[in-house]
């Protein structure tokens, strides 16, 4: 099957500070990027989205910005609550239908 | 409305036997996927299912894996011959629309199979 990487990294912040996760995805094709936030023991849950078209998006205290040229997507999330602590994954869909995950960046959030 | 729901959350198997997972998507969705998540790491696309047909099972690692989905709806994962490599949270989706630019996937809690 296809995943990507093996390794975890890990961002610590305070609580009340901005967090930004990164992501580098690698088909230059897909046209629609994810990102889930995935609790202990529970499925991946939807954050945000946004297609090719865009370079921005923003929901309720969070954003998603999409760097086509370097094929990079981070996730924002303002004022981070213990309630963010989580694993975070990006995930790219092109033609094949089938959503592929990034390797997940655990959010740590110190009160 | 209910969202998608797994069947059994956990199941502890011996090496060899068979095992059936169970997914009931959420009612009306029409792609149905299957991902497998080994323990830290990320999620290992399984197959695809848009309505009964299968269009993708580039993911499964072995003809000992089979997946089938009926009436549109329910789909059963099945792993015949049991391997201790096979232990593994499996996750199901479902999502409304299929194609590049879609609706996002909403995961079910997943199956943690452990087998000894």
């Known amino acids: 099957g296809e995943s990507v990487g093996l390794h975890l990294p890990t961002l610590s912040v305070q609580e009340g500070d901005n967090s930004i996760i990164n992501c580098a995805y690698s088909?230059?094709?897909?046209?629609?990027f994810i990102w889930y936030k995935q609790e202990s023991g529970k499925g991946p849950q939807f954050i945000i989205d946004i297609r090719s078209n865009m370079d921005k998006r923003q929901g309720q205290r969070v954003t998603v910005l999409l760097n086509k040229t370097v094929k990079h997507l981070s996730l924002q999330i303002a004022a981070t609550q213990p309630g963010d602590s989580a694993v975070y994954f990006c995930a790219e869909k092109g033609a094949t239908n089938k959503l592929i995950f990034g390797t997940g960046t655990l959010l740590a959030v110190q009160p | 409305g209910a969202g998608v729901s797994q069947s059994p959350s956990n199941k502890v198997t011996e090496k060899g036997k068979d095992v059936e997972l169970r997914c009931d998507p959420i009612?009306?969705?029409?792609?149905l996927y299957w991902y497998r998540q080994s323990l830290g790491q990320g999620l290992e696309f399984l197959i695809y299912?848009?309505?009964?047909?299968?269009?993708?099972k580039s993911g499964l690692p072995s003809d000992r894996f089979s997946a089938e989905r009926t009436g549109g709806s329910v789909s059963t994962l099945t792993i015949q011959r049991t391997q201790q490599e096979d232990s593994a949270v499996y996750l199901c989706?479902?999502?409304?629309?299929?194609?590049?630019?879609?609706?996002?996937?909403?995961f079910g809690n997943g199956t943690r199979l452990t087998v000894t």
């Open positions: 989706a479902s999502s409304s629309l299929t194609g590049g630019s879609g609706s996002p996937l909403h």
């Open positions: 299912f848009q309505g009964n047909s299968a269009p993708d």
């Open positions: 088909n230059s094709a897909s046209d629609y």
């Open positions: 009612s009306g969705h029409t792609a």
